[in-house]
């Protein structure tokens, strides 16, 4: 069975910088395309990065330039690295193959305040 574990999340200052952890049990990891999610309170759960099994990466527009995943498939880790963080950042972050293949953790709370 494929658990998904995330952690690394917190309260941080606008402008601070989290990095999130994603470990995964199973032998899919590596050949799979992994991918960061995010659900704010009220609104849908929405795809902010991926990364592809050889590396290739994407992100959504509103993190460009701020946000970095990155993947260590020995280690079996997806991470994600914030830096200059917005209120607008806010929500539980979830980590899960591009198309949500496998049930979902319990996610990482990140929330953004001054």
């Known amino acids: 069975q494929v658990q998904l574990v995330e952690s690394g999340g917190g309260l941080v200052q606008p402008g601070g910088s989290l990095r999130l952890t994603c470990t995964a049990s199973?032998?899919?990891?590596?050949?799979?395309?992994m991918a960061w999610y995010r659900q704010a309170p009220k609104r849908q759960r929405e795809v902010v990065a991926y990364s592809t099994s050889t590396g290739r990466t994407n992100y959504v527009d509103s993190v460009k330039g701020r946000f970095t995943i990155s993947r260590d498939n020995a280690k079996k880790t997806l991470s994600l690295q914030m830096n200059n963080l917005k209120p607008e950042d806010t929500a539980v972050y979830y980590c899960n193959t591009v198309s949500g293949d496998f049930d979902w953790g319990q996610g990482t709370q990140v929330t953004v305040s001054s």
């Open positions: 199973g032998s899919f990891f590596s050949i799979n395309s």
